[in-house]
């Protein structure tokens, strides 16, 4: 009888799975800074694997083509945003409406700026007629307002929003949770602040906070 091939050890197998993800990791890190520089058109796979010392080859083969590897790496941060709200704020949650605006948005601030090249990743494709923006808009833009909407709206109710149309305040918050990592090269040449700087994020999430998500400002008169 023929032998029955030896299977990879476990700890083998294990650590070529993590290689292979970490390299993923790196060419979604490197194409997204390659799409924020240029766009969509403009970027190219040559020059991501280029940015990393990768062969083009290799990037093709985790992502067959620019398409598909855009889409990658729109999904790769937004799963992110999306698991971190269901770790922060589960289903079924005990938060007030204005606790979890506060965290959801929170967690936004958060990871734009552990990615700050998503925001101009992202103003690539709000230029009129984009191709991708449809895609973006059903996939995650429009269930990221159907979670956040209602909690916007509750809070409202509640006075610890101020009255108004509850979609201009999401773009108004998403425009405040951004800026920081949106405009940290403009903060640092004119005063020296820097988004890497902790004390900074720290304060500007505190000033963001007590201006807008904090105190009860916009009590209806009964």
Known sequence: MRKAAKKAPPVRKRREQQRSMDTRDTILKAALAEFADKGFDG????????????????????????????????????????????ER?????????????????????NVTLEF??????????????????????????????????????????????PPGDPVLIHYMLIGMTTALSSLGADMAATSGRTPENPAVVANYWTLLEVVILNKKLYKRKV
């Open 43 to 86: 970027a190219s796979i040559r020059v991501i694997a280029e940015r990393i010392g990768l062969m083009h080859q290799l990037i093709t083969h985790h992502f067959k083509n620019k398409e598909i590897l855009w889409q990658a790496v729109a999904d790769h941060i937004f799963d992110r945003i999306r698991a971190r709200w269901d």
């Open 116 to 161: 700050p090249e998503f925001h101009h990743f992202m103003l690539r494709e709000s230029r009129p007629g984009s191709p991708r923006m449809p895609w973006l808009a059903e996939k995650y833009l429009k269930p990221l307002m159907g979670r956040l909407l209602p909690q916007i709206t509750d809070a409202q109710e509640q006075g610890d929003l």
């Open 89 to 109: 704020v589960p289903e079924g949650s005990s938060l007030s409406p204005i606790e979890r605006v506060r965290e959801e948005y929170r967690t936004v601030f």
